[in-house]
């Protein structure tokens, strides 16, 4: 059975930082390309980045020069940096593969912008 248990939010002040971490388990990652997504209340989930097996990086818009992911393979497990942050970063974030597998959606980890 595939999980991802997503650990490291927060309540945090506009501007400050979180490091969100999420281990796989059940799947050997590090043939994955794997991605964090965030839902906001009364929002669709939006993919937010992605971290292919070789370690190539991937943004949207809103994020990009503020938000940075990684991997370890050898501990099955993606980090997302986040800087800056913003009010609208407001949301619960996931990570999953990309594309996501439905089936497999963790609890996620919250993320509160808020002064």
């Not at 059975?1 to 945090?12: N, T, Y």
């Not at 937010?48 to 070789?54: F, H, I, M, N, R």
């Not at 393979?73 to 990570?95: E, G, I, S």
């Amino acid at each position: 059975q595939v999980l991802f248990v997503e650990s490291g939010g927060g309540l945090v002040q506009p501007g400050g930082s979180l490091r969100l971490s999420c281990v796989a388990s059940g799947i050997d990652s590090k043939f994955a390309i794997m991605a964090w997504y965030r839902q906001a209340p009364g929002e669709l989930r939006e993919w937010v980045a992605s971290v292919t097996g070789t370690g190539d990086t991937f943004y949207a818009d809103s994020v990009k020069g503020r938000f940075t992911t990684s991997r370890e393979n050898a501990k099955n497990t993606v980090h997302l940096q986040m800087n800056d942050l913003k009010p609208d970063d407001t949301a619960t974030y996931h990570c999953n593969t990309y594309p996501p597998n439905d089936a497999t959606w963790g609890q996620g980890t919250q993320v509160t912008v808020s002064s």
